[in-house]
C-alpha cells in the first residue's frame, strides 16, 4: 500500500490515521548484523525515547478539562481553605451558642413548687404559762425544728422568672455571669461538632466500603435537590436500606464514643463560669471515667441515631409511598422535607431533654475528686428514659388548669375572687419541649436562606 502522506486510501475514503506514535516509514528495524550485543546497545536508546515520545504525545492529546480544574490547587491554598472553613464553623457556633445554653437551662431546671393555697389558715397556738420553779422551756426552738427545712438557694442560682422563655434566661445570665455566662461551653461546642462530623463521616465510609454500597453523604444526582434531609442522597443508591442502616450506624457509633466529652459540654454549661476547672480536658478528667455509663447509654444511642434515620428515610418514603420526587415535583418535595425536618426536631426534643439530665447526674455522682457542685439552677432527676418523662410530666412543679366552667355568672365572679386559678401537679406535656423555639428559629433561618441566596441547600439545624 502507498504511504499515508500521499493521502487517503480510496478504497477508505473517510479514513484518516492517527497521527501519534510511530508511522510505518519510521518504524526502527531490527539489524542482521552478526554482532548483537553493540546492535542492541546502540538501538535500545532509540526504542525506548521513540516509546516515550509516543506516550508523551498521547496523554496531550486527551483533554482533562471537564474531570479536573485549571490548575491544582497548592499546599498554601489547601491550608488556607482549611483555616477558612475552620473560622466559619467556629463563627456560626459561636452566634448560636447563647441559645444552646439558654436551651439546655430550660431543659435541666427542676421548677420550683410553689404551695397550693387551700383558704384554710392554721390556728396560732398560744405559749403556754410557766409554772413557777419549772424549768424555762425554748417553744420558739420546738417551732423551727417542726418547721420544714427549706434548703438555701446558691447565690449563683438563676431566678428564672417564666419556665419557658429563652430571653429570660439570656438576661438572667448576663446579669448574674456577663457576657462570659451566655457564650459558656463554645470551645467545647465546637470540638464536639468537629469531631461528630469527622467520625461520622469516617465511620459511614468505612462501613460503605466494607459492604459494597455507595456512600450516603455522596450525591449521585446531576442537579441535586434543594434542602435534601441531613446531606445524606440513598435515592441513587442500589441498596437504599442498606444505606439506611449503615447512615444511623455511624451515627451512633459516633455519639457514643463523644459521650464523655458531651458530659464535659454540658457540665460547663450548667456550672457557673467563675468555678474552674472551665478548659476541656480538666473538665474531662474530673469523670471518673471516659467510657459510656450505662445508664445514659439507651438515651444516647436513641439521641444519635433517631434523627439521622428519620432525616435519611424521609426522601424515600416520599418518592416510594407518596409519589413526591425531588426531580419531577421539586416543590412538593422542597415543602415535606421541611415539613420532614420540624418533625424531627419534634421527635428529638424529649429524648435531648432527657439525655442532658442524665448526663447532668452522671457528672454530679462520678465527680473526681468527690465534691458537691455548684449549678446555677437546680438539676432535675433522672429516673431513666420512661421514667424521666413520667417525673416532667406529672410530678415535677406545678402548672395551671383551665376551670370548669360555671354557668351561673354572679357564683362565677364569686368563686374567681375566692379562689385562686386551679393547679395541678407535674409541667405537662409541654415540659419536655423546653426550648424548641432555639431548633425552629435555626431550621427556619436555614430554609430562608437557601431560598433566597442558594445557602445552606443541606438544611439542616444550627
Do not use: C
Amino acid at each position: 500500500m502507498s504511504a499515508h502522506k500521499e493521502g487517503p486510501n480510496p478504497l477508505r475514503p473517510y479514513y484518516y490515521p492517527p497521527s501519534v506514535g510511530n508511522t510505518a516509514g519510521t518504524t526502527p528495524k531490527p539489524s542482521p548484523s552478526p554482532n548483537l550485543g553493540a546492535k542492541y546497545g546502540s538501538s535500545q536508546p532509540a526504542s525506548s525515547s521513540s516509546f516515550g515520545s509516543s506516550a508523551r504525545n498521547i496523554l496531550a492529546d486527551m483533554d482533562y478539562s471537564e474531570y479536573l480544574s485549571d490548575a491544582s490547587p497548592s499546599s498554601t491554598a489547601t491550608i488556607k481553605a482549611l483555616a477558612e472553613q475552620a473560622l466559619w464553623k467556629y463563627t456560626s457556633v459561636f452566634l448560636a451558642q447563647p441559645f444552646d445554653v439558654a436551651k439546655t437551662v430550660l431543659q435541666v431546671r427542676a421548677p420550683t413548687q410553689t404551695p397550693i393555697s387551700t383558704g384554710y389558715t392554721p390556728p396560732r397556738r398560744s405559749r403556754p404559762r410557766r409554772r413557777p420553779g419549772s424549768p424555762d422551756r425554748d417553744v420558739s426552738s420546738e417551732e423551727d425544728t417542726q418547721r420544714p427545712q427549706v434548703p438555701r438557694p446558691s447565690p449563683h442560682a438563676l431566678d428564672i422568672k417564666s419556665p419557658s422563655s429563652l430571653t429570660a434566661v439570656l438576661s438572667t445570665l448576663w446579669q448574674k455571669e456577663g457576657a462570659w455566662g451566655i457564650f459558656k461551653g463554645t470551645n467545647s461546642t465546637y470540638v464536639h461538632s468537629v469531631l461528630l462530623s469527622t467520625i461520622t463521616s469516617f465511620a459511614r465510609s468505612f462501613f460503605a466500603a466494607i459492604f459494597g454500597v455507595p456512600d450516603p453523604s455522596l450525591s449521585f444526582q446531576i442537579n441535586p435537590p434543594n434542602g435534601s434531609m441531613g446531606g445524606l442522597d440513598i435515592l441513587s443508591s442500589p441498596a437504599p436500606m442498606a444505606s439506611l442502616a449503615i447512615a444511623a450506624s455511624a451515627a451512633g457509633i459516633a455519639g457514643i464514643l463523644l459521650a464523655p466529652l458531651d458530659i464535659a459540654r454540658t457540665k460547663l454549661i450548667l456550672t457557673p463560669s467563675t468555678h474552674p476547672p472551665r478548659s476541656i480536658m480538666s473538665t474531662l478528667n474530673t469523670l471518673s471515667s471516659w467510657a459510656l455509663p450505662w445508664s445514659i447509654a439507651p438515651i444516647t444511642f436513641l439521641h444519635s441515631t433517631l434523627p439521622t434515620f428519620m432525616s435519611a428515610s424521609l426522601p424515600l418514603f416520599l418518592r416510594s409511598k407518596l409519589n413526591v420526587d425531588p426531580v419531577v415535583t421539586p416543590n412538593v418535595y422542597a415543602l415535606a422535607t421541611f415539613v420532614g425536618q420540624g418533625l424531627e426536631l419534634g421527635v428529638k426534643m424529649p429524648i435531648e431533654t432527657v439525655l442532658r439530665r442524665g448526663q447532668m447526674q452522671i457528672a454530679q455522682s462520678s465527680s473526681f475528686p468527690a465534691k458537691e457542685i455548684q449549678t446555677v439552677i437546680d438539676v432535675g432527676p433522672y429516673k431513666g428514659v420512661i421514667g424521666t418523662m413520667r417525673s416532667i410530666i406529672y410530678e415535677e412543679g406545678e402548672r395551671t388548669v383551665k376551670a370548669a366552667p360555671v354557668k351561673n355568672a354572679v357564683a362565677n365572679r364569686t368563686t374567681s375572687l375566692a379562689r385562686d386559678p386551679p393547679r395541678r401537679k407535674g409541667q405537662g406535656f409541654e415540659g419536655l419541649w423546653r426550648g424548641w423555639r432555639v431548633g425552629m428559629w435555626g431550621l427556619i433561618g436555614v430554609w430562608g436562606a437557601a431560598t433566597l441566596g442558594g445557602v445552606g441547600s443541606k438544611g439542616g439545624e444550627f
